[in-house]
């Protein structure tokens, strides 16, 4: 994140050197995890690697195989976290509908799933090895610009949200958190007067606000707080002592894999407790939301632009408190930010630009049925919208308009927002797919009762939009309604 200038990405290394790193990973991995089975445990290391290995390993190797290359570091990035996440999610879904075909009693238990995943990394790396044998191009770590002072002060940020939060739990002392937040306000004024930080660094210090912000909350207390977050943790729990997850508990938070696989396998491979999974690795993803949306604004506007505006997204009290009581959201959140990212990057193969729509638009549909849902009705609105204006009739409307204010049909070609269907990002099918997806998941999981839910919502709101809407002796107006 800090060379945007200098891109130092894995998906561009030659093939050897990328496959020893990726093969040193799996045995340190083997490694950490039979140390472990044989007593011998080593603080933090195995924590390290396996966040390290589940978090980029399989995304990464998936980025070589479809030969996404020279994307910058951010795309790099968060496409890599992304697709790592939707291959631990789905290959949990797949061992708990296969494993127990031939037996296995707790598909979801530390053995099968270290077996499962290696066997997927491998054949991943074979895969890349023969897709993507041919491709090298020598990238170098700029040594000045990752240890210049500015890195190094944005890099110390963290850590007094931690220290900050360690007093407050201990000695009930929150004297470090109130210098971190006045140290975020001072990095923004820094940036607004081009002071100190130069460009290349804005997107690191919209991840280093975005996490510092949430740890200096998450990790205040050693529970769990908030609403959902418990029912989140109990629905995750289940699975976890049965190692096994059971689709047919009607209850819509059953349906989600961001609960459900997720936060199991990443309890189970870091041997870490389930709550600080949900106070750690769960922010620390969701930190990648801001600095998604940092480069979507900055390919639209400029660098400063799109720092301020990510620096408001993560200055709301929502994102740094209530969306830490929302687990699924956050990761759910991420793939919206992905698929968004998407939509204006004009330079990826049609053909792969499609697979990661699917790929991301089916885990986030796995992910939160709240976000899901408005993700579909923006789709549908958006795409009907489209159609009518592709009519003939209003093409022929648009173009006197635009012959009457003197305005040439040429200047419009190059417009980002395709004027023809076949032109656009998003597809038709597309929308089909993700319609139909959305809607069957909702359907034939959890007793259908996410599907029910939303049925009845908008019985509720169709029945009583004339009724309480307009009705000034309603208590709460539209939230009643909602209701």
């Given amino acids: 994140i800090m060379q945007l200038d200098n891109p130092f990405q894995m998906n561009n290394w030659g093939i050897k050197k990328f496959l020893k790193v990726l093969l040193a990973i799996q045995l340190a991995v083997w490694g950490v995890i039979a140390l472990d089975t044989m007593g011998v445990h080593i603080p933090i290391i195995r924590p390290l690697v396996m966040l390290m290995y589940l978090t980029f390993v399989p995304g990464i190797i998936i980025i070589r195989i479809l030969k996404l290359h020279n994307l910058g570091n951010i795309e790099t990035l968060l496409y890599t976290v992304g697709l790592s996440i939707a291959t631990l999610m789905f290959t949990g879904l797949f061992m708990n509908t296969i494993y127990p ?79 971190l937040i006045v140290i975020l306000v001072l990095i923004v004024l820094l940036i607004g007067f081009d002071t100190f930080i130069p460009k290349h660094l804005y997107p690191f210090a919209v991840f280093i606000i975005a996490i510092s912000l949430l740890y200096h909350t998450s990790l205040i207390s050693m529970y769990l707080w908030g609403y959902d977050i418990h029912i989140e943790y109990y629905y995750h729990k289940l699975v976890m002592l049965e190692a096994i997850w059971d689709p047919t508990i009607a209850y819509r938070m059953n349906a989600m894999l961001a609960l459900v696989m997720l936060p199991g396998i990443y309890s189970l491979l870091l041997n870490m ?39 408001f997204f993560v200055s709301l009290f929502t994102f740094y408190s209530e969306m830490l009581a929302l687990a699924r959201q956050q990761i759910a959140e991420l793939f919206l930010i992905l698929l968004i990212l998407l939509m204006i990057d004009k330079g990826m193969k049609k053909i792969n630009q499609s697979l990661l729509f699917i790929i991301f638009g089916i885990s986030l549909a796995v992910s939160h049925y709240g976000t899901s849902y408005i993700y579909m009705f923006c789709l549908i609105l958006v795409w009907l919208l489209l159609i009518f204006m592709d009519n003939p009739a209003i093409q022929k409307l648009k173009t006197n308009l635009y ?7 040429e200047k419009f070609a190059g417009n980002p927002i395709s004027l023809k269907i076949k032109d656009r990002t998003i597809s038709t099918t597309f929308v089909l797919l993700f319609v139909i997806f959305t ?45």
């Fill in 403 to 409: 012959a009457k204010f003197g305005r040439k049909r």
């Fill in 101 to 179: 075909i031939f037996g296995v009693s707790g598909p979801l238990s530390i053995i099968p799933l270290v077996i499962t995943i290696s066997v997927i990394v491998l054949v991943l790396c074979v895969l890349c090895y023969r897709r993507d044998k041919d491709f090298s191009e020598p990238s170098s770590i700029d040594v000045e610009a990752v240890l210049s002072p500015p890195a190094l002060f944005l890099c110390l940020i963290p850590f007094l949200a931690v220290f900050g939060t360690y007093l407050v739990n201990v000695h009930h002392n929150n004297i470090i958190l109130m210098v």
């Fill in 273 to 311: 407790d389930s709550t600080w999974v949900f106070k750690i690795i769960y922010p620390l993803l969701f930190s990648l939301v801001p600095l998604g949306l940092y480069r979507v604004f900055q390919k639209q506007t400029d660098d400063k632009i799109a720092f301020l505006s990510c620096f």
């Fill in 439 to 483: 809607l069957s998941w909702y359907i034939y999981v959890s007793g259908s009762s996410t599907f029910n839910e939303i049925v009845r919502t908008g019985d509720h709101i169709a029945s009583s939009i004339f009724t309480e809407f307009l009705n000034p002796e309603a208590a709460q107006g539209l939230d009643r309604i909602l209701g």
